[in-house]
């Protein structure tokens, strides 16, 4: 048995530590959080300062009773789990579990799994940093009490399934989304011209080349840019004036989480879990340093490293030297920015990290290297008809700097259009004058969120940290509050007005596509309901600068200027006084939209959230006749679905044809999407739309769903529409929609049950219902 026993996080990590350490050590995972908060009661006791009631899971005891054994056998016991809030509170449940006292048991800390950084983190240990601790302890604390106070009032005042949930985070980030989308639903198109010139004239080798000259500012009608383009007619053109303008741009910092999770979406089109997935994998093996940051900042060794690189493979000229700032002063995990831990190393064997692991090297790389030089050129054009001048712009790159190696990309509302080369030009020049045209453009709304840009959004509004990011996202999606698809554009006429060299002016009309996105977040009428429920009744919760605010008390308790139990009381009283007034008060959401009336029975046409998601319904639940109901296509929405496109909803049912013998049929009912086959109903599964499922997908379910409905048939009475059913807990009895629990003795002889015996137990349970029993807490 080693002297000594160090827990770290992951098995990976474990393994490539205990490498480095040799055999003094035996190195061994936790895998992660090994207590969590009870269910029970929330697991916070309220009346006594917010103390957390913390228990093993049922999944991790085996670990903590491996790590028990093992740590009394050790001389000293080491914790080495992550260097953030999270990773302190992990140290701090181990010592705590496995009885190690906190003032005396070692924590070190690294942010590269590199030799020099584990065994100088081992020369140098220090105790569980408690104001770290508490700073999770808080953040988990606030969540539970939000998540399981606000969700009830959901599930009450909107219904569905108990699914629902509401977060401190996760509710802002929907809000987010959906105001986007209203803002694009809402956002009325304009429509401009612009005008172009094209000219020909000799480049440095006599050759003819063609360039482009902008004319007047945006012009608002087709009329105003007729008129241009008829007073240029006979024109002749002379560059006027001639400005030569140096430029430069510069390299951006170093990757935090953030950044690497925006520039991962842009250039490698990962969502944001795949690149923390990937760069964890990366820093457990020791080749990237800790991807949980929000610090641009690089350490003395790693500039040193950089710097080598840069003049050994570049040359003295690409190098420059540079410290970046961050943008949050109370950057959380202010240690190092994400990097590789060896600069030499250019690429990684592995397949699945390689194409992260060269981004992440060649953003290090750049951020430390020359500014690229420009040379920028204006050249303003006279038209001898008009008093207008058009003016050229061209860009030539004198030394490349940095962008040898990397260029950031864009956002879709960061881009523009880029310079081009210009020809050889001089001041009095006559130019040949090719054609101007007059193209209409379109105003467009701002684009909707990406998950990386999301991520930006949120930073910027100083929602959220770090590790909070990526898990935000995946519940906001998990929870059906948002879904991540492509849009398809819509097909748009343009007018076109071109003078042409003869001075001849044509009008001319195509067609462009417009609106296509792919990988957007949609908010769903599920996460639009929520989202108006919330900011009416909590409206604090819902606020961005109040999200942002909460994190800076987290920051401070961090730096132990504010007590936890303080921060989390000033927040809980008036939350849970709100919570009190809405279950009361509020009345229950529906989303409801009110498109019209059907004209064939008079009935209001509404669209509405149901129990199974949006549809349309004719008809109230009060009316003599059933309502009917459609549920809405994936791309349709209850905001903007128009009249017309909620009744072509209701002409199915879609015959798909035969199987076995007889037709096969989709419909929608209250209850949701179904199949029809041989007189029995299936519900369609989650994944299969009505509007487009297929002969060859049912087929395979209905056979599914009617073995498995016959092997749990014990018996069937037709007449009276009553079934002995097996259930998870024994047969029992189903009449309808209701269920009766059968005794004991009634369930071993569930299959000789007659009509009469199943109609007293009906009779027998409906004047006795049983009583519910209360869940017995788990002893401490």
């Known amino acids: 048995m080693a002297k000594n026993l160090l827990i770290v996080e992951s098995p990976a990590k474990a393994k490539t530590i205990e490498k480095i350490l040799g055999g003094d050590f035996e190195v061994k995972s936790c895998y992660g959080h090994i207590r969590d908060l009870e269910k029970d009661d929330m697991g916070i ?54 009885g190690l006292d906190p003032v005396n048991t070692k924590r070190i800390v690294f942010h590269e799994i590199t030799a020099p950084a584990i065994k100088k983190a081992v020369a140098s240990p220090r105790r569980i940093n408690m104001d770290l601790v508490n700073a ?110 140096p430029a430069k741009r510069t390299p951006a910092a170093p990757f935090t989480t953030s950044t690497l999770q925006q520039e991962a979406s842009r250039k490698l089109g990962y969502s944001v879990s795949k690149t923390m997935l990937l760069a964890q994998k990366l820093y457990e093996s020791g080749q990237i340093t800790y991807m949980r940051t929000d610090s641009v900042n690089l350490s003395d060794t790693a500039m040193g490293d950089i710097r080598n690189e840069i003049t050994q493979s570049y040359g003295n000229n690409y190098y420059q030297s540079r410290q970046y700032k961050n943008k949050n002063e109370s950057a959380q995990e202010a240690h190092e920015a994400i990097r590789p831990t060896y600069m030499n190393a250019h690429t990684v064997d592995d397949q699945d990290t390689r194409r992260l692991y060269e981004l992440i090297w060649k953003r290090t790389i750049a951020s430390q290297m020359s500014d690229a030089e ?134 001319e009309v195509i067609q462009e596509n417009t609106g296509a996105e792919k990988s957007k977040l949609f908010p769903t009428d599920l996460g639009l309901v929520v989202t108006d429920f919330l900011k009416q009744h909590f409206q604090k919760v819902m606020d961005y600068n ?32 709100n919570i009190e007034v809405t279950l009361e008060t509020a009345e ?39 309502p009917r109901f459609a549920k809405l296509k994936a791309s349709q929405s209850i905001e903007t679905i128009s009249y017309d496109e909620a009744m072509e909803l209701f002409k199915l049912p879609r015959m798909l044809g035969e199987f076995e013998g007889s037709d096969v049929s989709v419909n929608i009912g209250r209850f949701g999407p179904y199949a029809a086959h041989d007189k029995k109903f299936y519900s369609l599964n989650k994944e299969m739309d009505p509007y487009s499922v297929t002969l060859e997908e049912i087929a395979p379910m209905i056979a599914e769903k009617r073995q498995a409905k016959d092997e749990r048939t014990i018996k069937v009475f037709e007449k009276e529409k009553i079934q002995v059913l097996k259930g998870p807990y024994g047969p029992y009895i189903k009449q309808g929609l209701r269920n009766y629990k059968l005794s004991k003795e009634q369930q071993e002889r569930a299959a000789e049950l007659t009509i009469e015996e199943v109609k007293a137990i009906i009779e027998e349970l409906k004047a006795n219902p049983p009583k519910k029993v209360a869940r017995k807490k788990k002893a401490k």
Request: proline share 3%; charged share 35%; hydrophobic share 35%.
């Open 136 to 245: 999770q302890q808080a953040r988990r604390v606030l969540d539970r009490l939000v998540g399981f106070e606000l969700s009830p009032v959901l599930w009450r005042k909107i219904g569905m399934q108990r699914s629902l949930s509401a977060g401190r985070v996760q509710s802002v980030a929907v809000r987010l989304i959906a105001e986007r989308e209203r803002e694009i639903n809402a956002f009325k198109s304009e429509s401009s011209y612009k005008v172009e010139a094209f000219f020909s004239a000799k480049d440095i080798n006599s050759k003819s080349v063609t360039f482009k000259a902008d004319g007047p500012a945006k012009i608002s009608s087709q009329q105003t840019a007729l008129q241009f383009l008829e007073s240029c007619k006979g024109a002749a053109y002379k560059v006027a004036d001639i400005q030569v303008k």
């Open 374 to 507: 420009f040379e920028k050129t204006i050249a303003k054009i006279s038209i001898s008809t008009n008093k207008d001048q058009l003016s050229a712009t061209g860009e030539v790159m004198k030394f490349d700097g940095f962008l040898k190696v990397y260029l950031e990309g864009k956002d879709e509302e960061d881009e523009e259009d880029t310079d081009g080369m210009l020809p050889p030009l001089t001041v009095s020049q006559t130019l040949d004058f090719t054609k101007m045209t007059a193209t209409e453009k379109f105003t467009r709304p701002a684009p909707r969120y990406t998950e990386a840009s999301l991520v930006k959004k949120m930073e910027e509004l100083g929602i959220g940290r770090p590790s909070t990011y990526a898990p935000t996202i995946s519940t906001i999606m998990k929870r059906n509050y948002v879904e991540k698809r492509d849009k398809e554009g819509v097909k748009r006429d343009v007018n076109i007005l071109e003078l042409t060299k003869k001075d001849e002016v044509k009008k």
């Open 588 to 626: 229950r959401a529906k989303g409801e939209r009110e498109l019209g009336v059907d004209a064939a029975s008079g009935k209001k046409v509404i669209a509405r959230m149901g129990r199974y998601g949006p549809m349309v319904q004719i008809g109230h639940q009060d009316d003599e006749e059933k």
């Open 546 to 577: 109040f999200t942002a605010k909460i994190e800076e008390e987290f920051d401070e308790i961090a730096g132990g200027k504010l007590k936890w139990n303080n921060m989390i009381d000033g927040f809980y009283k008036p939350f849970h006084s």
């Open 45 to 98: 006791d309220l009346n006594n300062n917010y103390t957390p009631r913390y228990m093993v899971p049922e999944d991790k005891e085996k670990v903590v009773k491996e790590l028990k054994s093992l740590a009394k056998k050790a001389d000293e016991v080491w914790l080495a789990s992550d260097e953030d809030r999270e990773g302190e509170s992990i140290s701090w449940h181990l010592a705590e579990v496995l």
